[in-house]
C-alpha cells in the first residue's frame, strides 16, 4: 500500500517563516512546532527548518535569539528595541507577503489582548487611531500610503500594549540626542500627550524616543525639501565627501548635483539603521567581497561620523567622466 504524502504548503518559504514570526509576536499564545506545521501546512520536518531559519535571520539581523521553553514553545528574546524593531521589518514586510494572516490572527489577537488588559476602547478604536495617524501626517507634511496607514494603526496599538504592561525601549545617551534632533520628535511629543492624558500611568520618557525614530523610518528622504538642520548639516558633509572625492581621483561628474542627491537619498536612511544597529543587506553589498568605505566628519561633534558603504562608491563610480 502507498503511504499517503501530505500535499505541499501553497505559502512560500518566506511567507511562512513571516507568518512564524508574526506569530511569535502575537500576545496570549504559545507557540510550537505543531503551531506552526497547522498555521502553514506543512509536516513538521519542515516546521522546524522554516523554524530554524527564522531564528538564524533574526539573530543576524536584529540581534534577538529565538529560544524554547521546557513545553517545547518557542519565544523571542532580546532588548525591547530589537523586538520593535523587528516586528517594525516584519510586519511592513507581512503586509506584502501575507495580509491574510494579519486580518484573520495577528490584528484579532492583538485587539483580544487589548481588551483583556482593561485598555480604554477609545486608545484602539480604528477610527480613533486612523485620526490620530492622519494628524501625524499633517505635522510632518507626509502623505502615507493606504498601506502605511494600517502598518501604523496596528503598530501602534502593540506599542500600546506593551506600554501599558509597562515595557518600553531603551536608548543609549547618542541615539537619544539623535530621536531628539529629529523633525519626527515633537510628532512623537503628541502622541505621549494623547496617551498621558487617557493613560492611567505617565508615558515613560522613552517611548515618544521610539515613536521619533518609528515615524523617522517611514520617511523617504526628499532632497529638494527637506529643510531640517540635520537635512542641512547631512547635505554639506555629503559635499564635502563629493569634493574630497573629486579632488583624490582627479575625476569630474557628469553630474555633481544629481550625484549629491543620490547620496543623501542613501545616506539619510542608512544614518539610522548604523545608529541603531538595522542591518540591511543590499545587492551591492552582497556583491562585493570588499566592502569599501569613505569617511567624512559632520560638521557636529555630536552626529555619528557617516561611512558611506560600497553602494555609495558605486553611486560617485557611476557619475564619473573619464578623466
Known amino acids: 500500500m502507498m503511504p499517503t504524502l501530505a500535499p505541499p504548503s501553497v505559502l512560500s518559504a518566506p511567507q511562512r517563516r513571516c507568518q512564524i514570526l508574526l506569530t511569535l509576536f502575537q500576545p496570549g499564545l504559545t507557540a510550537t512546532t505543531a503551531t506552526f506545521s497547522e498555521l502553514n501546512g506543512v509536516d513538521d520536518d519542515i516546521a522546524s527548518l522554516d523554524i530554524s531559519e527564522t531564528g538564524r535571520e533574526i539573530l543576524r539581523y536584529h540581534q534577538l535569539t529565538l529560544t524554547t521553553g521546557y513545553d517545547g514553545s518557542y519565544r523571542v528574546e532580546g532588548t525591547v528595541l530589537n523586538q520593535r524593531l523587528c516586528l517594525f521589518h516584519w510586519l511592513r514586510r507581512g503586509f506584502r507577503l501575507c495580509p491574510s494572516f494579519i486580518t484573520s490572527h495577528f490584528t484579532p489577537a492583538l485587539k483580544s489582548e487589548l481588551k483583556r488588559r482593561g485598555i480604554a476602547r477609545n486608545f484602539y478604536d480604528d477610527t480613533n487611531l486612523q485620526a490620530l495617524v492622519n494628524l501625524c501626517s499633517r505635522r510632518l507634511q507626509k502623505r502615507f500610503e493606504t498601506r502605511d496607514i494600517h502598518f501604523l494603526c496596528l503598530y501602534l496599538q502593540y506599542c500600546l500594549l506593551q506600554h501599558h504592561a509597562g515595557i518600553t525601549p531603551q536608548f543609549n545617551p547618542l541615539q537619544r540626542r539623535w530621536a531628539e534632533s529629529c523633525l519626527e520628535f515633537q510628532v512623537a511629543q503628541e502622541i505621549g500627550r494623547h496617551w498621558q492624558r487617557r493613560a492611567l500611568q505617565p508615558v515613560p520618557p522613552d517611548e515618544p524616543l521610539f515613536m521619533a525614530l518609528l515615524f523617522s523610518m517611514l520617511r523617504v528622504p526628499d532632497p529638494l525639501r527637506d529643510a531640517h538642520q540635520r537635512d542641512r548639516q547631512l547635505r554639506k558633509s555629503i ?85
Request: aromatic share 10%.
Open 239 to 323: 559635499k564635502r565627501l563629493v569634493n574630497h572625492f573629486r579632488e583624490l581621483g582627479n575625476v569630474r561628474f557628469y553630474d555633481e548635483q544629481g550625484l549629491c542627491d543620490q547620496l543623501y537619498t542613501h545616506l539619510a536612511q542608512a544614518l539610522n539603521r548604523s545608529l541603531f544597529a538595522i542591518v540591511l543587506i543590499t545587492p551591492c553589498r552582497k556583491s562585493s567581497p570588499a566592502c569599501i568605505h569613505a569617511w567624512c566628519t559632520p560638521p557636529a561633534r555630536r552626529w555619528p561620523d557617516l561611512k558611506v558603504n560600497t553602494a555609495s562608491i558605486f553611486l560617485m563610480r557611476k557619475a564619473v567622466w573619464s578623466r
